[in-house]
């Protein structure tokens, strides 16, 4: 049986912040141009956002250049921050680093406290306003090249294949999506990209990617311990000196809070569990004194990486 | 945004299939690629531990601008830094209260996760054998502590003998640490089906 196929101009792997971007600035363009542009989203979870999770703070430089007007219309940034503090912990105390001594990066003032699911919930409307066709719930399994070894596009995963590979009764074919460019956007350990970098060589001549995994919950506390834009950061406790990481603390609207916890995955100590540093991080003294009432949703997420770690064509909301 | 800029523009001249180089231009003129480059010794600096980090990133940050004349490089990727258990000190963590701290179980069923149970297993290893003869012998089985969902589980006879690696894919909220951190690099992150995995409503 050969499996469906449709054309596009232009398919996207991924529906985070720069695949969404990169689709709304190809609609944009062909409107001001007057021409016709057809642009393909898939996302591998049951909807746009749903696979999304973040701190997070937000610049809003690239949103402001791609959508200006997103105040209007109601983009998703509530909780301008208000405050940045910085602290050092020991395992009862804490060292609270002056402002003035904090680098450029550790200053938040401009940006925003930010579920960056939401936002690109948000993003994905705008996108969908704009005519980019976008399929949730259909996972990018595989590149699919031309003969002269060009990428030629993508197929989407087979449904209802059972344990043993075999087919089930509910067996659908995956469909082939073939674009005249297509743009991986699967974030930064895609597993087709792991594929696209060893066939065309891309980390040649730059160093070994690094990762970092966080953690987080969002919690609803108390009105009299929220202060809405305060942005709390942490080094030290819970973890060894040696080991790079660090917590966070961010006051969301509606009196809640995403707390969570950063490890640098080229630690050493092969006895060590980023999960559980986050749980002992959270018994801190500066940090319970907030978690007061009941939590939701903990959770999980790879990282963004530095620049010099990218690899060639890397893509970025930007 | 860059990418599709340089994406328009290859396509109105009626481009296809070939490398933007546009693009990474692009990217090498734009504000964004300034950012990166002015914090980019953060992450080396601070892997030389908290106080030395912390000290040398000021100076990087406070008396250079971030326009220090060096870049600190990674020459190894994270896989590869991992020490042998028998060179390290265990750490024995606190037992999970459940008001303040929860164990993995509880944490994994509030990200909502779900994947048939009856589909190829979307976590493949390379050689079978691995968890047990490399991973577990060297490591004492790092994927039971870095996978923050409980997916990897090293099962025994009740006498502790006959040690294997029970993959409990369905509880993978799709973080990639696995395919990141196994010292063996023997661990394949492939797509389950289309719709699975976590469904967070608001992270």
């Known amino acids: ?318 | 945004m860059l990418a599709a800029e340089a994406c328009f523009d290859a396509l109105a001249k009626e481009c296809q299939h070939d490398e933007l180089t546009a693009y990474p231009e692009a990217f090498k003129a734009s504000w964004l690629h300034e950012e990166l480059h002015l914090s980019r010794n953060f992450k080396p600096w601070m892997a030389k531990g908290l106080k030395l980090g912390s000290l040398m990133f000021g100076i990087d940050q406070m008396v250079f601008g971030g326009k220090a004349p060096w870049t600190l490089h990674n020459t190894k990727p994270d896989h590869a830094k991992l020490k042998l258990a028998a060179d390290t000190q265990p750490i024995i963590y606190p037992k999970p209260d459940g008001v303040l701290n929860f164990d993995r179980l509880s944490s994994v069923f509030l990200s909502s996760t779900n994947h048939e149970e009856d589909q190829p297993c979307h976590l493949q290893l390379k050689d079978a054998a691995i968890p047990i003869s490399v991973n577990l012998a060297q490591y004492d089985a790092p994927e039971q502590r870095f996978c923050p969902a409980g997916v990897y589980e090293i099962l025994r006879d009740e006498n502790g003998s006959n040690p294997r690696l029970q993959i409990n894919a369905q509880n993978c909220v799709h973080c990639k640490t696995c395919d990141i951190k196994d010292p063996s690099q023997n661990i394949n992150w492939v797509v389950p089906q289309g719709g699975e995995g976590p469904t967070y409503p608001n992270m």
Not at chain 1, 82 to 97: C, M, Q, T, V
Request: aromatic content about 8%; charged content about 20%.
């Open chain 1, 1 to 318: 049986m050969e499996r469906e196929a449709m054309e596009f101009d232009v398919v996207i792997v991924g529906g985070g912040p720069a695949g969404l971007a990169s689709a709304i600035r190809l609609k944009q363009l062909a409107a001001q141009k007057g021409s016709e542009i057809s642009v393909c989203l898939i996302e591998k979870g049951a909807e746009i956002g749903a696979h999304i999770l973040s701190g997070a703070l937000m610049d809003p430089r690239a949103l402001n250049e791609l959508l200006p007007n997103w105040q209007q219309d109601g983009a998703p940034l509530n909780a301008p921050v208000s405050e940045d503090r910085f602290f050092i912990l020991s395992e009862d105390g804490a060292i609270k680093i002056p402002n003035s001594l904090l680098p450029k990066c550790f200053h938040n003032e401009g940006n925003y406290v930010i579920s960056l699911g939401n936002v690109c919930r948000w993003l994905g409307e705008q996108a969908e306003a704009l005519g980019v066709e976008i399929y949730p719930g259909f996972a990018g399994a595989e590149v699919l090249f031309n003969e002269d070894g060009s990428v030629k596009g993508v197929a989407t995963g087979d449904m209802g294949r059972l344990h043993d590979g075999s087919e089930g009764p509910n067996f659908q074919m995956g469909m082939e999506l073939l674009g005249k460019y297509t743009f991986f956007a699967e974030g930064c350990r895609g597993h087709l990209g792991k594929q696209l970098e060893a066939k065309f060589n891309l980390r040649e001549g730059v160093d070994p990617q690094t990762y970092g995994i966080g953690l987080k919950e969002l919690w609803e506390i108390t009105p009299e311990m929220h202060q809405l834009g305060l942005v709390i950061h942490s080094g030290g406790w819970p973890m060894q000196p040696d080991t790079y990481g660090g917590g966070f603390l961010y006051h969301l609207e509606n009196n809640q809070i995403a707390v969570g916890f950063v490890v640098g995955l080229g630690y050493s100590n092969p006895h060590l569990s980023p999960f559980e540093e986050f749980q002992r991080f959270k018994t801190h003294p500066e940090i319970r004194k907030f978690l007061e009432v009941a939590r939701s949703n903990p959770a999980c997420w790879p990282l963004k990486p530095a620049l010099m770690h990218l690899p060639k064509n890397a893509s970025t909301m930007n």
